[in-house]
């Protein structure tokens, strides 16, 4: 079992819905973070996060600590949220503290 | 601008010559890394570095070096590519290690034949 697992794999939306992609991970963390890759492959980071929620124009992104699980919400979809949402985590122990683990991603495709 | 850049962006290659990826941020991060892309897999990394002279190994290191003799350069190093190494290669860097947002270079596309 991967240490951090993202649902759903895959997903498709409709222009103006309201769309949530799950993360949950097995271990303990420092810091969450999401991020966006687009066709193309470039990767930027939308969000770090240890506790609570952070918003971001129409992305927010929320965490769990005693559940191991975060969310990233986007409301009114766009076509050009159309990305591969990639969830990662840093662990809080030993040499873990100086590393990514990363989710396999979320593909996102909204359409118009 | 503040940025990661990678180069080449894309290559070609045949088995066993050695290359070199170069990776080079002008944010004066302390921390920077290394990884790749493989469909299905997500990103692993490779090599990371803390601070100049310091690296270590990541998930996946077999047939990767790398150095780090100054803050803003860390280049990647196969010393005799192999098919299984055809991959999406990302370079980043943070500020420091624990806890802050990651920048990420526009990817490095290699293929070994």
């Known amino acids: 079992k991967n240490e951090v697992e993202q649902s759903p794999q895959n997903l498709t939306a409709q222009e103006g819905e309201f769309i949530t992609i799950n993360c949950s991970y097995s271990?303990?963390?420092?810091?969450l973070h999401w991020l966006q890759q687009h066709p193309g492959g470039g990767i930027v980071s939308l969000f770090m996060l240890s506790s609570g929620k952070k918003k971001h124009g129409r992305l927010i992104a929320t965490i769990n600590i005693q559940e191991k699980h975060s969310s990233l919400h986007i409301t009114a979809s766009h076509p050009r949220d159309s990305a591969v949402y990639i969830c990662a985590v840093r662990g809080n122990y030993g040499g873990a503290t100086n590393k990514l683990i990363f989710g396999t991603g979320t593909l996102l495709a909204v359409q118009p | 601008e503040a940025q990661v850049t990678q180069n080449p962006r894309y290559l070609i290659t045949v088995t066993g010559k050695k290359l070199t990826v170069t990776c080079s941020q002008n944010?004066?991060?302390?921390?920077m890394s290394w990884y790749r892309q493989d469909p299905g897999l997500g990103l692993r990394q490779i090599y990371y570095s803390m601070n100049v002279e310091v690296t270590d190994k990541g998930d996946v290191p077999e047939g990767y070096k790398v150095s780090r003799k100054e803050k803003r350069n860390f280049p990647l190093i196969l010393e005799s590519p192999s098919p299984n190494q055809t991959s999406l290669y990302f370079c980043a860097s943070s500020l420091w290690a624990g806890g802050h947002e990651q920048y990420f270079g526009p990817g490095t596309r290699l293929t070994v034949t």
């Open positions: 271990v303990g963390i420092s810091a």
């Open positions: 944010m004066n991060h302390e921390y």
